[in-house]
């Protein structure tokens, strides 16, 4: 029977990592005329890699541990759904599969618009205070990068200017 | 000597000006605030920061890009201090202890300790430089590629012995690690590595990527689930500076990290990565109770905040000796020296010598800066802890975009981070940590290359590797290194298996 | 202060993005120009030097947006699919829009039909370089040496696509020798190889090589242009010491996307003009070791023709040297058909078109 069912899980995870990574690199030739070949480390380290795996699933079964966690997947996916919006608006997207672009909005949107998604991933979380938060930690960030270090980050949508 | 003398004043008499002064000023405060951005290191910053100094004079610009440096590299371990995200390899170690350090309330402690300690590195690092950059450049010459592959293997045996919890889940991360550095178009052959298609990731992955996914995000959903333990590190703020007892236990862990530091900066291929790893193994190896390590041990912010100082300037030799850049920090700095005119090149001692003897001056003025800009704001940094969380990680959230955006103007990164952070939130979530896993990502990396070379050479075969007696013991060395860590935890788990 | 108001004001209109803007004199907003490799490097360096007098004569600023990736591709294939209105240009160089098209088989552009081209900004010119006590004391004992000893010589190149790994692929193949061929990431580390003795010879720019070879911490035996270089006066040419063929340059041209009106390509070639007799500017490009083009070879004809003549001549050198589709296994998958081996040499690798411009 399983005793740790986190190492277990730890483990098969290991051996899926692996296994992906030795199948990926099977057309990589191990050695090569004069030298190591570029399969070499990726697939020596995929195969330390699934005995480690191994090692730890069969441990999982002799000794005790810790059981499995419980995931947060709302917070997470807030918090990531943050970070993605601001890659997909802060110079725009094209999505061709599904027929529209995410138009490009610059710091000055994508800012606030990250700050506030992510936000919602905390339970304490005040509307009123965050939107603030969100426009004067922009603000602040425009005036710091883009004004006063020169980077270039757009921070407006084209059509209003660089 | 009475030479060194004289040159150290012609030296200071270039750095001193009024104008240079200032410049070396603002570098280390930008720098700094940039530097200070989670997952943006030094690296990025001075990618980011090369431009403004493109209207200053050749030394000028140098000084203040030099500054940047020091102030990026001393903002990064800030950020690994307060809330637990390197912002380059280096830093990695510094989390260990140091954010421990801040949970129990000595977040000024750690921070002040980081800055005396870097300070005190620097300087001797400094007079290394003044007095013996040729002797050392000429020994770094003679270190080949299976020398350099022998130390990254060693590298990657500490970064065994620094992992906390399980053993094989420990080397899995590092092997982990190994095998997320190989991702990309080979840079030998050009073959496709495991990039699944996906033309983002063929230059590989980038640290920063790696280390916001993996270490940033973890972390700020860990807090997240875990609403009192993120408000204990708010609830208790200690001491701003270290005491005396804290300066006494930092002294010689920052001794020992200066000299290791000093000697590995010197080396090709990025030596001083493995400064302050190779300071934290040893503290941990000579420390009467190696347990304390992981816990809040001063002694792992001090040595390997030493070590990493010491590397960072000692790096400088061979750039400032041979015009060769070991590294990629180096390699901008040649680039903003190029725009200026100033092509670095063996020459610059005696043809620039106010050129090089400003620079090396004002690498001490910049650790004495960074000294008097930082002590103060230690307190303002250890405040910004008591934000309350639901506005600090957001906030966090937004630098990380705005700096991972920057480092190459690519939206595709940030959305890289935002892939990793589910990998980070996973590993975490079945046990594993991820300190060995940015350091095995550093290192593999390196050791692939060095392990390429060697072998790449006519006549090579894996013996040959052997042929260099420097190569051959490191070789030895790391493998009774790594049975000493491994053979414990075997012995444990079974007694472990007996005693049921 | 006034503009950073002006800017906070703006912020709050930002997000109802207004369609339609009036059609003013060219530039009326900073121009874009996108490098596509890290600051600090010699394109880039090109790219600011030009930049700095081009924002002079058009009355904006140029800003650099680096944008690093894939041996300059990524920059590239971003500024090809970008707006075709002027506001967008790049600073491409002998490897985004001459070897890319054999080093990258799934190249999202081709770089002969999807750009307007501007001019040609600067030539880098390319030296063979060996460590100090290599045992050749010319070009013509090199060229021996290699002949007979090819493969025990170790030559260093900075990673695959690198100019100096191209152009050493171009030596090697021209004389039809093998070397045991040591590969780093970069420059730097390479030289310092170079100068430790670690490796025999190699192929780079003279910016990266010049102070080293006045120093004598590495030997030099011959530079790949027409002319010598005032940076290094004593270095005989390819032609002179024996190896007429071996011809060969990175340079940087500034490019704009396919389908920018001929007014304002005009005017940007006109501004690269003016920024390339200015004095200090040439001084700066000098520097560098650069060549700078005559009069002739500035208009955006010559540069579309030094285009195709590239593409023409590195496609046929890559796929003999291995580094192509055909050694590519993810290229299978990615549903590019690799050229059928022993293609018409002329003919470019990536047809690809570039994709629709994205929408604002």
Known sequence: ??????????????????????????????????????????????????????????????????????????????????????????????????????????????????????????????????????????ALCIILFRFLLGLPIPVFPPLLGY | MFDILGNLALGFTVALTLKNLALCFA??????????????????????????????????????????????????????????????????VTTLDGHQMAKQGRAGVALGTAAIASFFAGTFATLVVAGLALPMTALALKFGPSDRFALMVMGLVFAVVLARGSVPKALAMIVLGILLSTIGTDGETGEDRMTFGIPQISDGLDFAVIAMGIFGFAEILKNLENPEARDVVRGTIGRLLPSRDDLRASAAPAMRGTLLGSFLGILPGNGAVLAPFASYTLEKRI??????????????????????????QTSFIPLLTLGIPP??????????????????????????????WGLIASMWIGNLMLLIINLPLVGLWVRLLKVPYRLMFPAILLFCCIGIYSIGNKPEDVMMTAAFGFIGYSLLKLGFEPAPLLLGFVLGRLMEENLRQAMSKAGATLLSLFDSPLAASLLVFSAVLLMLAVLPAVRKSREEVFQE | MNRTASTLFATLLASIAAAGSALAAYPERPVTMIVPFAAGGPTDQVARIVGEHMSKTLGQTIVIENVTGAGGTTGITRGAQAAADGYTIMMGHMGTHGAAPALYPTLKYDPA????????????????????????????????????????????????????????????????????????????????????????????????????????????????????????????TTKEAGLPDYQVSAWNAMFAPKGTPADIAAKLNDALVKALDDEGTRKRLLNLGAVIPDKAGRSPAALQKLVESEVARWTPVL?????????????????????????????????APAAPAPAK
């Not at chain 1, 990574?21 to 020596?44: D, E």
């Not at chain 1, 919006?85 to 606030?112: D, E, Q, S, Y």
């Not at chain 2, 930008?30 to 990025?44: E, K, M, N, R, S």
């Not at chain 2, 090149?345 to 050129?355: D, N």
């Open chain 1, 1 to 138: 029977m399983v005793k740790s069912p986190q190492d277990f899980a730890a483990g098969l995870v290991l051996i899926a990592i692996a296994s992906i990574a030795w199948i990926s690199t099977l057309g990589l030739p191990f050695s090569q005329v004069g030298g190591v070949g570029s399969g070499m480390l990726p697939k020596s380290t995929a195969l330390i890699l699934g005995g480690l795996g191994l090692l730890i699933v069969v441990g999982s079964l002799i000794s005790e541990g810790p059981p499995l966690e419980r995931w947060s997947v709302r917070d997470a996916a807030m918090v990531l759904g943050g970070v993605l919006a601001f890659a997909l608006t802060i110079r725009g997207t094209p999505l061709p599969a599904l027929g529209f672009n995410i138009p490009a909005l610059g710091l000055a949107v994508a800012g606030p618009l990250a700050v506030l998604i992510a936000a919602q991933a905390d339970r304490s979380t005040r509307l009123i205070e965050v939107v603030i938060f969100a426009v004067v930690l922009t």
């Open chain 2, 27 to 92: 570098g280390c405060l930008i720098g700094t605030l940039i530097g200070v951005l989670p997952g943006v290191g030094p690296i990025a910053t001075i990618a980011m920061l090369l431009p403004i100094t493109y209207g200053l004079d050749p030394i000028g610009a140098l000084i203040m890009l030099s500054g940047i440096y020091y102030g990026a590299q001393y903002g990064g371990s800030t950020t690994a201090i307060l809330v637990n995200i390197p912002g380059e390899a280096t830093s990695v």
């Open chain 2, 287 to 312: 420390a009467k109770d190696p347990s304390r390590f992981g816990n809040g041990a001063i002694e792992g912010v001090a040595g390997p905040e030493a070590a990493n100082n010491a590397g960072a």
């Open chain 2, 327 to 356: 590294n990629a920090v180096m390699a901008l700095m040649v680039g903003a020296m190029t725009i200026h005119g100033l092509i670095p090149g063996p020459q610059i001692m005696s043809k620039q010598p106010q050129l090089f």
């Open chain 3, 113 to 236: 039909k999807d750009f307007a081209p501007i001019g040609l900004a600067a030539g880098t010119p390319i030296v063979i370089v060996a460590k100090k006590d290599f045992a050749a004391k010319d070009l013509k004992e090199f060229v021996a040496k290699m002949k007979a000893d090819g493969p025990k010589l170790n030559e260093g190149n900075a990673g695959v696509g690198s100019v100096s790994h191209t152009t050493c692929t171009l030596l090697t193949s021209q004389l039809g020798v093998k070397t045991a061929r040591v590969t780093y990431k970069g420059t730097g580390p390479m030289i310092n190889d170079l100068i430790g003795g670690q490796i025999d010879f190699g192929c780079d720019q003279i910016v990266s090589v010049a102070e080293q070879i006045k120093a004598g911490t590495i030997k030099a035996y011959a530079i790949a242009t027409p002319e010598r270089s005032p940076a290094l006066p004593d270095l005989p």
């Open chain 3, 319 to 351: 796929k003999a040297a291995g580094i192509s589709a055909a050694v590519n296994p993810a290229a299978a998958t990615s549903g590019t058909t690799p050229p059928a081996a022993g293609a018409p040499a002329a003919a470019p690798a990536a047809p």
